[in-house]
């Protein structure tokens, strides 16, 4: 038994070293040894690669807007381990975390012994949020965010009111896949029988999996660019602003605080899931959508942290997230010169995304970060060809010096794994006071 929060998150975290290990099996026999709590919540099922944090922020505000009481999963964490299991976007307290892992712990230990082996940080992680929802605090729906993948991730237990997969890109190739199509193949393992699924998949090759799949579950589809499409859309000086159309609505003048095209598509998808629901729950109105996009944020993915002088934090860890954030930069601040820091991890393809960030730096500074996988700056630092590139070991030196000297006509952009962001996130705070 644990006696403090530090001892659980220590023992949740211990269980890292299990890895990752594909299959539901593990996870269906916590359920039942939990009295199936995830039979007892309604859900939405968030998939994809890029943007399912920002639609899951979209989706909450809406139905928080709507007077629903909204739980979320999601992950990685940004600030505190907390956020994974949320309630109304506040993160539950470390004594529920303490409560949770004690009644987890016996079962994990049951499950050690047996031949199908322990459960992982995460599948520990995904049983603690169902145990909380079911039975310590009850939701009105609870939005899930898979975790990897989605055919084999530990959240793909539940049966959904609604699916949604985000997008389609080339990340986490040597688990899922080096193509577009094996990829989708894996996301579209969470389209459960007759349960709408909404997309916004580009790749044409991806898409025909996508739809293949909910042929064959005979699930509703919506797609973006076909079944529901954006028009008249432009920035202004502190929003974006778009229409939204399908066969059965038209929404004009939508607006997001939230800055880039791919902002736009993840707030679409939150607005069709919002059409989709109002028959389940009859209080979402028309005034609780556009309120709930306007309210989201979401940290990490291009957030202000300081105006002046300009720094900017975006979580952009692969090729597709490298490039929706180069577009903002090119869009949005054509006038600034842009100093970079960035770090990734080791096991990403970051030749591409370096490429990318060294056509719109003006300096570019490869870093390192305290993390198990994370990249050598050295290696990262070889794969540029800007002629004003830089590495450092210590990445808070690094930002320090960036911040002595910056100009007024220049921005600051620290970008690459959510997990260097979350560092950094944490330095900034104590930096700031």
């Not at 003048?253 to 736009?264: A, E, R, S, V, Y």
């Not at 970079?340 to 390192?368: E, G, P, R």
């Not at 794969?383 to 220049?410: C, G, R, V």
Request: proline share 3%.
């Amino acid at each position: 038994m644990f006696h403090s929060y530090e001892e659980a998150l220590n023992w949740i975290h211990s269980r890292l070293r299990f890895g990752i290990k594909p299959g539901l099996t593990r996870m269906e026999m916590m359920m039942e040894k939990l009295n199936h709590p995830e039979k007892q919540i309604k859900t939405v099922h968030i998939g994809g690669t890029n943007g399912k944090g920002s639609t899951v922020t979209y989706l909450r505000n809406i139905l928080q807007q709507a007077g629903l009481t909204v739980g979320t999963f999601t992950s990685p964490y940004i600030e505190q381990f907390n956020e994974r299991i949320s309630v109304n976007g506040k993160p539950i307290s470390d004594e529920e975390i303490l409560t949770l892992a004690n009644k987890l712990h016996p079962i994990v230990e049951e499950m050690d012994k047996m031949e199908i082996g322990g459960p992982t940080e995460f599948e520990i992680i995904t049983a603690m949020s169902f145990y909380y929802f079911a039975y310590m605090h009850k939701m009105d729906i609870v939005i899930y965010e898979v975790g990897l993948g989605g055919r084999f991730d530990s959240t793909n237990i539940i049966s959904p009111l609604l699916s949604i997969i985000t997008s389609i890109g080339l990340d986490h190739t040597a688990i899922l896949g080096d193509t577009y199509e094996q990829i989708a193949f894996e996301k579209a393992g969470i389209i459960k029988k007759g349960t709408p699924i909404i997309a916004a998949v580009k790749q044409k090759e991806a898409q025909a999996v996508i739809v293949q799949q909910a042929n064959k579950m005979e699930a509703p589809i919506y797609l973006l660019d076909k079944d529901f499409t954006i028009a008249g859309y432009h920035s202004k000086s502190t929003t974006e602003s778009f229409n939204l159309m399908s066969p059965f609505f038209k929404w004009e003048d939508l607006q997001i605080t939230m800055f880039g095209k791919h902002q736009i598509e993840n707030a679409s998808l939150a607005v069709i899931v919002a059409e989709l629901l109002r028959d389940q729950f009859v209080s979402i109105n028309d005034e609780s959508i556009r309120k709930g996009l306007m309210l989201s944020q979401w940290p990490g993915r291009f957030e202000i942290i300081s105006e002046e002088p300009l720094v900017v934090l975006d979580g952009a860890h692969n090729e597709e997230g490298i490039e929706a954030l180069v577009d903002v930069l090119v869009n949005r601040y054509k006038g600034n010169k842009k100093k970079i820091i960035f770090a990734a991890l080791s096991d990403k393809k970051t030749d591409k995304m370096i490429t990318k960030l060294d056509q719109v730096a003006s300096t570019i500074t490869f870093v390192t970060f305290d993390f198990p996988r994370a990249a050598d700056c050295r290696t990262l630092y070889k794969e540029s060809n800007h002629p004003f590139k830089y590495q450092n070991t210590d990445w808070k030196k690094a930002i320090l010096e960036h911040m002595e000297n910056i100009e007024k006509d220049e921005m600051l952009l620290i970008t690459g794994s959510l997990y260097f962001i979350s560092e950094v996130k944490t330095f900034w705070k104590n930096f700031k006071k």
